[in-house]
């Protein structure tokens, strides 16, 4: 085993195990608001972190709480509305992993009940959300975590020591950032025996404060393809993960402008986010970032990537790992490739409840990641190029 394998496999274990041994103590007491598929694989890393207790469930469907409870491994009390959770004082800290039109009025909510949170990605729908909840966490102390975990990856933080912070690649100008072939994102039809509401669904809450519309079972299971729950799918659901590390490795947070095309190319029926996007993003210090999804072409293999093209080398870097090939030649220094790592991030976000410190991915840098998305869509929507606002700033 190399040496780049085993420190990254002592930080993951290190960082695991810190936790074990603290919660076996002092466990941290958990409720979760939103249930569905990310939720409880949220909730399982929280297991694998340990040291915590699964208090309460809430959401909207009662076979969504059924099986958190399974995940949880033990009794949880299950309720509709979020505000019994909140208002429970033997809850130190709530998962929200509801759509993301919710994100903001929840967010808030926890804070004002004095819970930490976790809060998926996208952080918001809208760009001056992000403002209320950074207010909200500030005035009331909280400790969050927003959902783009690449920052809570060893092979992640390794690779920016390695080539970024070392500079070893050099001066950055270009980043290409590449999610193809994402099944999640189609226009899928939802399953069948769900043309009449399930008995158990209170519909009118998964819609939160949006006008009430009858049930519609696509809505339900493929709320990604509608404006109304999601920040266009292919950029709240996908570039928000990467332009998360390009603001991460880069120092950067904010783009001068940008300009998004695209259109909905495969299965209109129905549906108004975009299923073929590309778009260009201007940074300052001479940086430009490029991102491109499609769901026309479904082979996974080389679907995905972030591209860092700089004057010493290039580095490409997603889950799956990273690789290296530096310009010219330079001695000692060949391709280096590495394979992926555990997911701490749910860990890094228990420990930070403890330590009362900063998390990987805070308030803040959730905000920008998510507001790079906005500037996107809005140039989307409007197929013009949109130029940074001041008013976006915190």
């Known amino acids: 085993m190399n040496s780049t394998v085993t420190r990254r496999g002592f930080v993951g274990a290190t960082a695991a195990s810190a936790l074990r041994v603290q919660g076996a103590?002092?466990?941290?007491?958990?409720?979760?608001?939103?249930?569905?598929?990310?939720?409880?694989?949220?909730?399982?890393?929280?297991?694998?972190?340990?040291?915590?207790?699964?208090?309460?469930v809430c959401d909207a469907w009662d076979v969504q709480r059924d099986r958190a409870e399974k995940t949880a491994g033990a009794p949880m009390d299950k309720y509709e509305d979020y505000r019994r959770v909140l208002d429970r004082k033997d809850i130190?800290?709530?998962?929200?992993?509801?759509?993301?039109?919710?994100?903001?009025?929840?967010?808030?909510?926890a804070?004002?009940?004095?819970?930490?949170?976790?809060?998926?990605?996208?952080?918001?729908?809208?760009?001056?959300?992000?403002?209320?909840?950074?207010?909200?966490?500030?005035?009331?102390?909280?400790?969050?975590?927003v959902g783009t975990q690449q920052r809570s990856y060893p092979h992640f933080i390794e690779a920016k020591e390695k080539f970024i912070d070392s500079g070893l690649i050099g001066k950055v100008t270009m980043v290409?950032?590449?999610?193809?072939?994402?099944?999640?994102?189609?226009?899928?039809?939802?399953?069948?025996?769900?043309?009449?509401k399930p008995a158990g669904m209170n519909w009118e809450i998964c819609q939160a404060h949006l006008p009430k519309i009858p049930w519609h079972p696509k809505r339900y299971f493929n709320h990604y393809v509608y404006w109304d729950y999601s920040t266009n799918a292919q950029m709240g659901g996908l570039f928000v993960h990467m332009v998360d590390v390009i603001h991460w490795y880069l120092k950067v947070d904010r783009p001068l402008m940008a300009?998004?095309?695209?259109?909905?190319?495969?299965?209109?029926?129905?549906?108004?986010t975009a299923d073929n996007i590309n778009a260009i993003l201007?940074?300052?210090?001479?940086?430009?970032?490029?991102?491109?999804?499609?769901?026309?072409?479904?082979?996974?293999?080389?679907?995905?990537?972030?591209?860092?093209m700089g004057t010493g080398g290039r580095l490409s870097i997603f889950r799956w790992g990273y690789s290296f090939l530096p310009a010219g030649e330079k001695p000692g220094v060949g391709e280096q490739t590495s394979g992926p790592s555990p997911e701490l991030h749910v860990a890094n976000w228990l420990e930070c409840i403890r330590s009362r410190r900063k998390t990987n991915v805070d308030e803040e840098a959730g905000h920008y990641s998510a507001m790079?998305?906005?500037i996107c869509n809005i140039s989307y929507k409007e197929r013009r190029s949109v130029a940074w606002k001041k008013e976006w700033d915190l």
């Not at 001479?286 to 072409?297: I, K, M, P, Q, R």
Request: net charge positive; glycine share 10%; hydrophobic share 40%.
């Open 25 to 56: 103590n002092d466990r941290i007491r958990l409720g979760i608001i939103g249930s569905g598929g990310r939720g409880r694989y949220l909730m399982s890393q929280a297991n694998k972190a340990g040291g915590i207790q699964w208090v309460a």
């Open 259 to 272: 300009m998004c095309m695209g259109g909905i190319y495969l299965g209109k029926e129905d549906r108004d």
């Open 111 to 145: 804070c004002q009940a004095g819970k930490d949170l976790f809060v998926e990605k996208p952080m918001t729908l809208h760009p001056m959300e992000g403002h209320k909840i950074v207010k909200a966490v500030r005035e009331h102390k909280r400790i969050m975590q």
């Open 282 to 308: 201007e940074y300052p210090r001479d940086l430009l970032v490029t991102f491109e999804a499609n769901v026309t072409d479904m082979i996974r293999k080389q679907g995905e990537d972030i591209v860092f």
């Open 372 to 374: 790079a998305c906005h």
């Open 176 to 196: 290409r950032s590449i999610w193809n072939a994402n099944g999640a994102y189609r226009n899928q039809k939802p399953p069948e025996g769900y043309e009449t």
């Open 92 to 109: 130190d800290a709530v998962i929200i992993a509801t759509w993301d039109h919710a994100h903001c009025a929840l967010a808030v909510a």
